[in-house]
T-cell receptor, first 115, second 111 residues
């Protein structure tokens, strides 16, 4: 079975802190994604990566950056955390372009609270 | 603009079939239709997907309208473990296989 592991289930940080959310997948997938999920707004794409060191902005990239130095690991970085970044963060991975299924496999999520 | 539209909530009795509708009137010819569900405190999990033809798997069936502007996820016999938020998603094959999530339907299953 595909496994997508997010390093923390719950995080509490202070305003202005630099925050790292880590995600690791074990299926050699080319694509990796970061979403945030808020009540009433559903899942929104922050950033995605289609290869090592390659990244593309999603729908809401402001205030975030990402890093993908190895194929299995995709990190989301909050440069200076703010209270409006309190949310559930979900990581996902999938096979790359040309794959017929395009199924995304999700981690369990990290619930981040910024105080 | 939302690419998919779903009812906010639905209710079903245990052991009965459930039909979850989704409208996607702006679907393009290469968009796949995916369904995922999300149980409380978990990430979304894959249920089924299709392009044009109806699809069946061990979890559910997917019925796609002939014009592809709507689809229906069918759970043949709902169980209490099927209570979840169900998302109808369009996958953009021409754009890195990006997903466009709708707001989801919260399914409540009554014993």
């Amino acid at each position: 079975d595909v496994k997508v592991t997010q390093s923390s289930r719950y995080l509490v940080k202070r305003t202005g802190e630099k925050v790292f959310l880590e995600c690791v997948q074990d299926m050699d997938h080319e694509n990796m994604f970061w979403y945030r999920q808020d009540p009433g707004l559903g899942l929104r794409l922050i950033y995605f990566s289609y290869d090592v060191k390659m990244k593309e902005k999603g729908d809401i990239p402001e205030g975030y950056s990402v890093s993908r130095e190895k194929k299995e690991r995709f990190s989301l970085i909050l440069e200076s955390a703010s209270t409006n970044q309190t949310s559930m963060y979900l990581c996902a991975s999938s096979l790359g372009i040309g794959a017929s299924s395009g199924i995304q496999y999700f981690g369990a999520g990290t619930r981040l609270s910024v105080l | 603009d939302a690419k998919t539209t779903q009812p906010n909530s639905m209710e079903s009795n245990e052991e009965e079939p459930v039909h979850l509708p989704c409208n996607h009137s702006t679907i393009s010819g290469t968009d796949y239709i995916h369904w995922y569900r999300q149980l409380p405190s978990q990430g979304p999990e894959y249920v089924i997907h299709g392009l044009t033809s109806n699809v069946n798997n061990r979890m559910a069936s997917l019925a796609i309208a002939e014009d592809r502007k709507s689809s229906t996820l069918i759970l043949h016999r709902a169980t209490l473990r099927d209570a979840a938020v169900y998302y109808c998603i369009l996958r953009d094959v021409d754009n890195f296989n990006k997903f466009y999530f709708g707001s989801g339907t919260k399914l409540n299953v009554k014993p």
